[in-house]
């Protein structure tokens, strides 16, 4: 198993930016895909992005596209999530995965997560 800690989440306005990061401790965090999801007020989990172990595939949802980047350094054993062009309905809180093998949408794939940061975008 891996521990994943969140960070980064806050309020801002609409057309803002938040920078996520998740940071990771146990098992070696290069070796495995990561991904981030997001989680709004009675809604289900869906995912948003998720990044092969070297970094080199990247993988979004319709609906971030062109707007987040994942990103990952092995060196420092962190994923990032940069959200640009905020929007209120991207309010929800983020929540960092990790999986062996190659990336994936699925959230039932990932084994190790992480608590959760919330991000606000008010109109």
């Known amino acids: 198993q891996v521990q994943l800690v969140e960070s980064g989440g806050g309020l801002v306005q609409a057309g803002g930016s938040l920078r996520l990061s998740c940071a990771a401790s146990g098992r070696t965090f290069s070796s495995g895909a990561m991904g981030w999801f997001r989680q709004a007020p009675g809604k289900e989990r869906e995912f948003v992005a998720t990044i092969n172990r070297s970094g080199s595939d990247l993988f979004y949802a319709d609906s971030v596209k062109g707007r987040f980047t994942i990103s990952r350094d092995n060196a420092k054993n962190t994923v990032y999530l940069q959200m640009n062009s905020l929007k209120p309905e991207d309010t929800a809180v983020y929540y960092c995965?990790?999986?062996?093998?190659?990336?994936?949408?699925?959230?039932?794939?990932?084994?190790?997560w992480g608590q959760g940061t919330q991000v606000t975008v008010s109109s």
């Open positions: 995965a990790a999986k062996g093998g190659s990336p994936s949408s699925k959230r039932a794939e990932f084994g190790s």
